[in-house]
């Protein structure tokens, strides 16, 4: 059966710090791996990764693909308050979505 | 408009009643996404159209879930003959064309006494 797992499930951390979010999947017929950001009500789209090994970056974030070992890795430097959210992982053949990692940032 | 807009924003239902839960995707947007999210866990896929087309219903959890996109704009989701389980977060998202990257409407939270 298609799985996306997320880890960890949450995480809390202190402005400043780095911090990197797990995803790895089994999925039948690959075609891409999104990274979205779930704050109180509609995900937002961060990253769309296709192929191995080539970052993605937009400004603090970055996200890669390793196709081989199936997994994603979203990071976050220097995080904010802002940062806090839940982060969601999905995989586009049949749009299943992981269970999020929820990210809480303190002041 | 500007983004993807859900009504009604809240809805709370009695079991046994009917809902129906609407969907305005982005103009110009050719697929459009329906999701159920429980709290605490990610979206679940329900149903996929494209224009009209419903190409994929394969997440609906029964026959009680109906959707629809008559004109290939605006989509609704009917839920017949509510039960608890059926209270959750619905979520639309509407793609310019194919599967991503998907723009999400803030959905609507269902409540079933």
């Known amino acids: 059966e298609d799985k996306v797992v997320q880890s960890p499930l949450s995480l809390v951390v202190h402005e400043g710090d780095t911090v990197t979010l797990n995803c790895s999947y089994e999925?039948?017929?690959?075609?891409?791996l999104l990274w979205y950001k779930q704050e109180k009500k509609a995900p937002t789209f961060l990253f769309m990764l296709?192929?191995?090994?080539i970052e993605k970056k937009s400004g603090r974030l970055s996200s890669i693909l390793d196709k081989k070992e199936l997994f994603s890795i979203l990071n976050i430097t220097a995080t904010q308050t802002g940062d806090s959210a839940v982060y969601l992982c999905?995989?586009?053949?049949?749009?299943?979505f992981g269970a999020g990692t929820r990210l809480t940032v303190k002041p | 408009g500007a983004g993807v807009s859900q009504s009604p924003r809240y809805k709370v239902a009695k079991r046994g009643q009917d809902v129906a839960l609407r969907c305005d995707p982005i103009?110009?947007?050719?697929?459009l996404f329906w999701y159920q999210q429980a709290l605490g866990q990610g979206p679940e896929f329900l149903t996929y159209f494209q224009n009209e087309a419903q190409l994929d219903k394969s997440g609906l959890p029964s026959d009680r879930f109906f959707a629809e996109r008559p004109e290939g704009s605006v989509s609704t989701l009917k839920i017949q003959r509510t039960q608890q389980e059926d209270s959750a977060v619905y979520l639309c998202?509407?793609?310019?064309?194919?599967?991503?990257?998907?723009?999400f409407g803030d959905g609507t939270r269902l409540s079933i006494l």
């Open positions: 998202a509407s793609s310019r064309t194919g599967h991503q990257p998907q723009h």
């Open positions: 103009s110009g947007h050719v697929s």
């Open positions: 296709t192929s191995s090994g």
């Open positions: 999905a995989v586009d053949n049949d749009m299943r």
């Open positions: 999925v039948t017929n690959f075609r891409s």
